[in-house]
């Protein structure tokens, strides 16, 4: 097997929301594999510089932007600015999301409007203005970070539900417009992960750890370091011929109906 092509040496990729958890070991993933990283975030320009230091810790080229992702003019001023200092961009990873569980009768329209268009338009403003650069060069690669939610729903995350569904949606009418461009569009959809911040409840006797240790074929929540191979085979031309689709790193959860209460 010619292993060169997962290699990402000479690629350029922008990873939304990468600095910290699951964005932030994917685009590790990515910088291992030899692409220059392009990390963004909207919190704050302390916690991004605080990523690129641990990238570059690790020798992987990095380099960091702050922007909006729901503000499509300055996701076009960022997009220009990175393809003018860093390079043009050559994978794309929508990867910027927020979370709000609140059941859906108490949910303003404000809170719903504020998840939906973080996790559904933004991917849409930021492949809309990286996109063009990619057809002109001849090709590109996409990567939208999904969910099970793609799939299930679950109490008190109906505008994140939504949201995913529509995302999963987005990802194979993209990939149905752009592929005769050489551009292909899929998703990863990451099941239950050991991050800092399920810590508190990744503890024997905490029901929810019960519930997903349980309820996981694997048996056991997932190191954010899993993601990696499915960020860099889709990041790769190792993919080239693969279009539309979501690769769920999940354990198995959305394989099965799972198990009965007390089977072993």
């Known amino acids: 097997m010619d ?37 963004s975030g909207h919190s704050s320009g302390e916690r991004i510089s605080r990523a690129v230091e ?15 992702v729901t503000d499509e003019s300055e996701v076009q ?14 994978i794309l990873v929508n990867n910027a999301g927020i979370i709000k569980r609140i059941p859906l009768l108490e949910m303003a329209v404000s809170e719903w409007d504020e998840v939906i ?27 939208n970070i ?3 939610m793609s799939e299930l729903g679950r109490n008190s995350v109906g505008a994140y539900a939504a949201a995913k569904g529509g995302l999963k949606m987005l990802t194979r009418n993209m990939a149905t417009e752009w592929a005769r461009h050489n551009v292909q569009v899929n998703g990863i959809g990451p099941g ?34 899993d993601l990696q191979g ?25 394989a099965t109906i799972g198990k009965p209460h007390g089977e072993a």
């Open 146 to 148: 999904c969910s099970m």
């Open 230 to 254: 499915a960020a860099v085979f889709l990041a790769s031309s190792a993919s080239n011929f693969v279009t539309g689709q979501v690769i769920y790193v999940d354990g198995g959860i959305l």
């Open 3 to 39: 292993l060169s092509l997962f290699d990402l040496t000479g690629k350029v990729a922008l990873v939304t929301g990468a600095t910290h958890g699951l964005g932030m070991a994917m685009a590790r993933g990515l910088g291992r594999a030899g692409a220059t990283l392009v990390i």
């Open 192 to 225: 239950y992960f050991a991050t800092s911040q399920t810590e508190p409840i990744r503890v024997d006797g905490h029901p929810f750890n019960e519930f997903i240790i349980n309820r996981t074929p694997a048996g056991k929540w997932g190191d954010p370091d």
């Open 117 to 143: 268009s973080t996790d559904l338009t933004g991917v849409f403003i930021m492949s809309k203005a990286v996109v063009p650069g990619m057809i002109h060069r001849g090709g590109g690669k996409i990567i």
């Open 54 to 68: 641990a990238y570059r810790a690790e020798d992987i080229e990095a380099y960091g932007y702050r922007f909006n």
């Open 77 to 90: 001023a960022a997009v220009s600015r990175i393809e003018a200092e860093v390079g043009p961009i050559d």
